[in-house]
Structure formats: C-alpha cells, structure tokens
C-alpha cells in the first residue's frame, strides 16, 4: 500500500508563500514521478507541477514562473514552493504519484487547503 500525505496548507495574503509537502510511505517503486494538482470548489481538478525521476519539470502555464516543484529522494518528498500568490490560486492541493512515470497517476494523498486572501 502507498500512501501520500500532504501538509504546508494555510491562509496566506495574497503576494505571500507557502511551500507544500508531500511524503510517501509504503510500498516504494524503482521510479516514479510526482505531481501536485488543484482543485477549487465548483471546478474541476486541475494539473499544477510534476517532476519526473530523472528531475524533469512541468508546470501549468497559470503558475510558471511563480511555483516551483522539487524532491528529496531520499525522504520520498515532494515540495512546492508556491510564491507571489494570487486570490486565483485558493485551492485544495492534491499530491499524486506516478509508479512509472508514464503519465498515469496510481496514487493520491487527501490534500491540503490552500487560501490566498486579497
């Protein structure tokens, strides 16, 4: 069993930071990417970052430039560094995990909520 906990959600002004975590326990895989995704009330789930094992990034175009995703190997974590928050961004943020990395996601965490206030 994999399980993916979030954590580093609050209330932030907006223009603030927050950075976010994701830890994985349980079964581990030889590679696997990592991803963080929102959703916010009345709108569907959407792709914010991802990492691959080897490092590669991806990011939505709403937060290039302002959010910043990496991993500690070691620790089995992810993190995203979110700054210059905007109202826009008021979400839950989900961490999901990609055994292969092959665009699957397998496994998700419960989020954590994410309020930016104006």
């Known amino acids: 069993q994999v399980q993916l906990v979030e954590s580093g959600g609050g209330l932030v002004q907006a223009g603030g930071s927050l950075r976010l975590s994701c830890a994985v326990s349980?079964?581990?895989?030889?590679?696997?990417?990592m991803g963080w995704f929102r959703q916010a009330p009345g709108k569907e789930r959407e792709f914010v970052a991802s990492?691959?094992?080897?490092?590669?990034?991806n990011y939505a175009d709403s937060v290039k430039g302002r959010f910043t995703i990496s991993r500690d190997y070691a620790k089995n974590t992810a993190y995203l560094q979110m700054n210059l928050l905007k109202p826009e961004d008021t979400a839950e943020y989900l961490c999901?995990?990609?055994?292969?990395?092959?665009?699957?996601?397998?496994?998700w965490g419960q989020g954590t909520q994410v309020t930016v206030s104006s």
């Open positions: 999901a995990l990609d055994r292969a990395s092959v665009g699957t996601w397998n496994y």
């Open positions: 349980g079964r581990t895989f030889s590679t696997y990417a």
């Open positions: 990492i691959s094992w080897s490092g590669s990034k």
